[in-house]
């Protein structure tokens, strides 16, 4: 399949032909493959997590990982529907056992040397203005247009459908957008991402 692929040719091509367009850098391929998937690995990742926001972190994940490494697909060893619910549940089940070891890390932490006359609010709110400001830091860091899709998307509530429609821009070139920053802001954020587990 060429590098260019036009819409229609895209919705009627099998998995291999997106995933192989997707290698080649068509992000119209990564939306459609997305549009394809996503309802399905959101459901599996909420089942094993228990938590949309959590759910949705790692569907992004997923696309992230497709995006960053669709040449390594190999069709002889699975579906790309068993590859990317693999990948999927795989993602999920890392984020649920660093969620618990960090719990058990903070319980241990708190019975083995209890805080006394601190006041957790004033902690928290610290902890909460610093992370904030360093969020703010790295957003002002990534590319303007992808900048604009996150920033309808978490301030103004907005689906990726509707920050196309609202801005003129591609829905697939939206999806791509946010993929894109989110990987930015997920690899900058580490630190902050693992202390919020």
Do not use: C
């Not at 960053?68 to 190999?74: F, I």
């Not at 999920?92 to 932490?109: F, G």
């Not at 957790?120 to 610290?126: P, T």
């Amino acid at each position: 399949m060429d590098a260019l692929v036009s819409d229609a040719s895209l919705l009627s091509a099998s998995d291999g032909s997106v995933v192989r367009a997707i290698a080649e850098g068509s992000q119209e391929a990564v939306a459609e493959l997305y549009d394809r998937y996503a309802p399905m690995l959101l459901g599996l990742a909420r089942k094993i997590l228990g938590s949309p926001e959590d759910a949705e972190e790692i569907l992004q994940e997923v696309f992230v990982h497709v995006w960053d490494r669709a040449g390594r697909y190999d069709p002889t060893r699975s579906s790309v529907s068993t590859w990317l619910v693999l990948i999927a549940r795989s993602r999920a089940i890392d984020r649920l056992r660093s969620r618990r070891v960090v719990d058990r890390t903070h319980t241990t932490a708190h019975q083995q040397a209890p805080v006394e006359h601190a006041s957790a609010d004033g902690a928290s709110r610290v902890l909460h203005v610093e992370r904030r400001g360093r969020v703010r830091n790295e957003l002002a860091r990534i590319p303007d247009e992808q900048r604009e899709v996150l920033e309808l998307a978490f301030y103004k509530g907005l689906t990726q459908r509707e920050i196309a429609e609202e801005t003129g821009i591609p829905l697939g070139t939206v999806k791509t957008r946010t993929l894109l920053a989110m990987k930015k802001l997920r690899k900058a954020l580490r630190d902050e991402i693992r202390e919020l587990l």
